[in-house]
């Protein structure tokens, strides 16, 4: 089945430690997106990347970092920088820019130790 | 940047009642999507509306979009509890390469 997996599912965060939430998509889909979704809010973009080893930050960059050096593949990176990470992290893929439909992980749970 | 309110927040209905929510931007969209989260799960695309004034349907669903472009409706006839979740907008300006999505509504169904 044609999807996008991401992991781990939960993930905890000591201090000053950096960590990478993974992202993989078989649907061929060009652009890939991060978003940060807090309780009863709704989503706010972090990066979006459109074609390979090519990226943009979104509304909510700082504390953040990602790479795109594979179509199937956005890492994304939540450094110490972010001092509050708390959130659910969800990652989605279009075949197109912004007109397109997106597809959504099931999302990855962040929380500081 | 791109503002895209939705209201109510929160709306708790009785099975079988009917339920709106309302989408507005401050700026003229390209086109416009709906996407409905369950509780503890992921966004699902649920339709796309392009034209001004378009109205389409899905059983119970009827989805607006305004002649002006820049506010939509999603209604929802005769709830059930299925229909539990938070239901977002998403703008997409034709400007940026990405979608702004709206604050959301959370619709709880009871019997």
């Known amino acids: ?113 | 940047g791109q503002q895209v309110m939705q209201i109510p927040q929160y709306q708790h209905v009785q099975e079988g009642e009917d339920f709106t929510t309302y989408c507005n931007s401050s700026t003229t969209l390209s086109n416009i999507q709906w996407y409905k989260q369950r509780p503890g799960g992921h966004p699902v695309f649920l339709i796309q509306l392009v034209k001004s004034g378009e109205v389409k349907k899905q059983k119970r669903l009827t989805f607006q979009f305004g002649e002006a472009k820049k506010n939509s409706s999603l209604h929802i006839t005769a709830t059930q509890t299925t229909d539990v979740g938070t239901y977002f907008c998403a703008a997409d300006t034709g400007t940026a390469s990405k979608l702004t999505f709206g604050t959301g509504t959370r619709l709880q169904v009871t019997l």
Not at chain 1, 56 to 69: C, L, M, P, T
Not at chain 1, 88 to 112: E, K, V, W
């Open chain 1, 1 to 113: 089945d044609g999807g996008i997996t991401q992991s781990p599912k939960y993930l905890f965060r000591k201090e000053g430690q950096n960590v990478t939430l993974s992202c993989e998509q078989n649907l061929n889909h060009d652009a890939m997106y991060w978003y940060r979704q807090d309780p009863g809010q709704g989503l706010r973009l972090i990066y979006y990347s459109q074609i390979v080893n090519d990226f943009q930050k979104g509304d909510i960059a700082e504390g953040y970092s990602v790479s795109r050096e594979k179509k199937e593949s956005f890492p994304l990176t939540v450094t110490s920088a972010q001092k509050n990470p708390t959130a659910f992290y969800l990652c989605a893929s279009s075949m197109g820019s912004g007109n397109q439909p997106q597809h959504f992980g099931d999302g990855t749970r962040l929380s500081i130790l």
